[in-house]
């Protein structure tokens, strides 16, 4: 069964600090893998996008990595700020239809105190 | 900022009643989605669209309907609306083509049905 899981569900941390975010998916085929930011009330925004052949990407304070042979990816975040407060969401792209079927983690609720 | 649009934003409407979500989308893609979210729970897929006069039941059993008249425009339907149907529902397009390009996603729109 093709699943994406994310951890921690929720995370706390402290303006200007660091923090990283998992992703383990069992999806295959792969095709690709995406990090979506959520902000409350609103719809998922892409930060990064992982092909198969890709381990590192960085957009700005965000690094995403992929381990395809592990399927593992993370999430890192640097100097957080009260906006990174958010739920980031993983997203698995599966090549094995014609839809690229995206499946989708429960998110981690991140919340940045001043 | 994606050139896709929902509305309404929030809707609440009494048991038995007829609604339609609208979802308009500027970006000339072919391929549409709608998805449904719980708060803190992943996106599933409800319906989808390859392009005008394709629609498709997604992976999420749903009493709602859906029609692609126009490549810009998928409306969602409910011919009467139950408390069970409290949830948002968010709409997204993409290109066709390669599993890689990004989906984008509306705002969303929050119902309760009382």
């Known amino acids: 069964k093709n699943q994406v899981e994310q951890s921690p569900q929720s995370l706390i941390i402290l303006e200007g600090k660091n923090c990283t975010l998992q992703?383990?998916?069992?999806?295959?085929?792969?095709?690709?893998l995406r990090w979506y930011k959520q902000d409350t009330g609103r719809g998922p925004v892409s930060l990064t996008i992982?092909?198969?052949?890709?381990n590192t990407k960085s957009n700005g304070r965000y690094t995403a990595t992929l381990d395809a042979d592990t399927k593992q990816s993370s999430l890192h975040i640097t100097a957080s700020q009260l906006s990174d407060s958010a739920s980031y969401i993983c997203?698995?792209?599966?090549?094995?239809?014609?839809?690229?079927?995206?499946?989708f983690g429960r998110g981690t609720q991140l919340t940045v105190w001043p | 900022e994606a050139d896709i649009y929902q509305t309404p934003r929030y809707l609440v409407i009494g048991t038995g009643k007829k609604i339609t979500l609208e979802c308009s989308q500027t970006?000339?893609?072919?391929?549409m989605y709608w998805y449904q979210q719980d708060p803190g729970m992943e996106l599933h897929l409800i319906h989808y669209?390859?392009?005008?006069?394709?629609?498709e039941k997604g992976d999420l059993s749903s009493e709602s309907t859906v029609s692609r008249i126009r490549t810009e425009h998928f409306p969602l339907t409910l011919e009467s609306a139950r408390p069970s149907h409290t949830s948002q529902y968010l709409c997204?397009?993409?290109?066709?083509?390669?599993?890689?390009?990004?989906?984008?996603f509306g705002q969303g729109t929050r119902l309760t049905v009382v």
């Open positions: 997204a397009s993409s290109r066709r083509g390669s599993s890689d390009t990004e989906a984008f």
């Open positions: 992703c383990n998916y069992t999806v295959s085929p792969f095709s690709n």
């Open positions: 992982m092909t198969f052949s890709e």
């Open positions: 997203v698995v792209s599966d090549r094995g239809s014609t839809l690229g079927r995206l499946y």
């Open positions: 970006m000339g893609h072919d391929k």
């Open positions: 669209s390859y392009g005008v006069n394709s629609t």
